[in-house]
């Protein structure tokens, strides 16, 4: 059982820049990909970012890629989602998420694990 928690979220001006950490525990970390998901009021939860299990791939939502970058350190169990050029339509709760036994996915129901989310709003 893999226990999840995000962290660093908050209150940003659009333009600035946010680091989201999240932190693992409770299993090998280094044999899950992870996983970051966003869900606004109202709208369902999507997918944001993934990186594989040692780092080597990452791949982005469309709509973060070039401003999100994703990155983990498998000797502190922790994943992180570095967001920079925030938009006011980027504000949602964020979520980390693990996979068990895959190289890396973008589709949420494949995710076995879920942090509680960490709020991210961004002011226009």
């Known amino acids: 059982q893999v226990q999840l928690v995000e962290s660093g979220g908050g209150l940003v001006q659009a333009g600035g820049s946010l680091r989201l950490s999240c932190a693992a525990s409770g299993g090998a970390f280094s044999s899950y990909a992870m996983g970051w998901f966003r869900q606004a009021p109202g709208k369902e939860r999507e997918f944001a970012a993934t990186i594989s299990r040692r780092g080597v791939y990452t791949y982005y939502a469309d709509s973060v890629k070039g401003r999100f970058t994703v990155s983990r350190d498998n000797a502190k169990n922790t994943v992180y989602l570095q967001m920079n050029s925030l938009k006011p339509e980027d504000t949602a709760v964020y979520y980390c998420?693990?996979?068990?036994?895959?190289?890396?996915?973008?589709?949420?129901?494949?995710?076995?694990?879920w942090g509680q989310g960490t709020q991210v709003t961004v002011s226009s």
């Open positions: 998420a693990a996979a068990r036994g895959l190289l890396v996915t973008r589709k949420k129901d494949e995710y076995d694990y």
